[in-house]
């Protein structure tokens, strides 16, 4: 397993894909698979859903106030 992460970082194209989850008090990293380079957290399910919550609930409080 530590051969197998070491040589992630030794292949230029795979190091680019190594990634480091921007959510609140995570900080994973995470290898992106898609097509396009454009994955942006560890997990949808946890990270992105807290993210885009978070969003939605300032913007719809703005609008309140």
């Given amino acids: 397993m530590?051969?197998?992460a070491a040589s992630l970082f030794?292949?230029?194209?795979?190091?680019?894909r190594i990634?480091?989850?921007p959510g609140s008090n995570c900080g994973w990293l995470f290898l992106?698979?898609?097509g396009n380079g454009?994955?942006?957290w560890c997990?949808?399910?946890t990270c992105g859903?807290?993210?885009?919550?978070?969003?939605?609930?300032l913007r719809v409080n703005?609008?309140?106030?």
């Fill in 2 to 4: 530590a051969a197998a």
């Fill in 10 to 16: 030794l292949d230029f194209y795979e190091a680019r």
């Fill in 19 to 21: 990634k480091k989850c």
């Fill in 32 to 34: 992106d698979e898609t």
């Fill in 38 to 40: 454009r994955r942006r």
């Fill in 43 to 45: 997990s949808m399910e």
């Fill in 49 to 57: 859903n807290r993210t885009k919550a978070r969003r939605h609930h």
């Fill in 62 to 65: 703005a609008v309140e106030d």
